[in-house]
């Protein structure tokens, strides 16, 4: 479950200051019934900006497991800049966990790692961002027949949109990419589109829905959530 939320980085890097926040989410979705937790932090500096987060679910319906952790997955990005005016900024990040689909049975999440640009638009007052990201996408091959394309791309849309003064943050990311899977399927695509309240500064409660396609099994999938946040 990836909280890539790039956009509100940008604004912190704007404003000069660190981004870092916790969320827990229940899913309720079909066969699943589990918390997720998710760690994200952001920092700016002279040189362009560093962005991780972590994921960890903590059981699910689906695998049987209902005591620890059945996934672990984390994501690192390195945004690369040289003057303030720069509109393109060169990217680095990697991709990589593990997870569980029975009790005792444990797969990787493959290494992935990717190069690429990105671009940030934003309205005078930083209500409303959009950032856009191409990217090369290098995948570790684990098929036992070698068919894995390990050479592919992954598109990304980042956005942000404050509405009433703040009160209520509407953010989330887009992925689309290519990556040969066991079901032979090659195209996948991910949203998580997030929703947050705002009562104050540091706390929010909301929701997250996950829209995917292909992307754990040859289906369109909805998986939603109820989540509150803290930011630090």
Known sequence: MKK?????????????????????????????????????MFRPDAYGSTFFFIDMDYG?????????????????????????????????????????????????????????VERTWASADFSKILTLQANYKNIKNKLENGTKNQNSFQLTAVWTVQMAEGKFTFTGFADFWKEEMYWGTDYRFLTEPQLWYNPCKNFSFGTEIELSNNFVGDEFAVKPTLAVKYTF
């Not at 303030?84 to 689909?101: A, D, I």
Request: net charge negative; hydrophobic share 45%; aromatic share 14%.
């Open 4 to 40: 890539v939320l790039l956009a509100i980085a940008f604004v912190a890097f704007v404003f000069g200051v660190n981004a870092q926040n916790v969320q827990l989410h229940y899913d309720f979705g079909d066969g699943r019934k589990m918390l997720t937790s998710t760690v994200e």
């Open 60 to 116: 699910a319906d689906g695998t049987g497991i209902d005591n620890g952790i059945s996934l672990a997955y984390w994501e690192i990005a390195r945004a690369f800049k040289w003057n303030e005016t720069q509109k393109f900024m060169p990217r680095v990040e990697y991709n990589g966990g593990t997870m569980s689909v029975a009790p005792e049975a444990w797969i990787p999440i493959e290494n992935c790692w990717l190069a690429g």
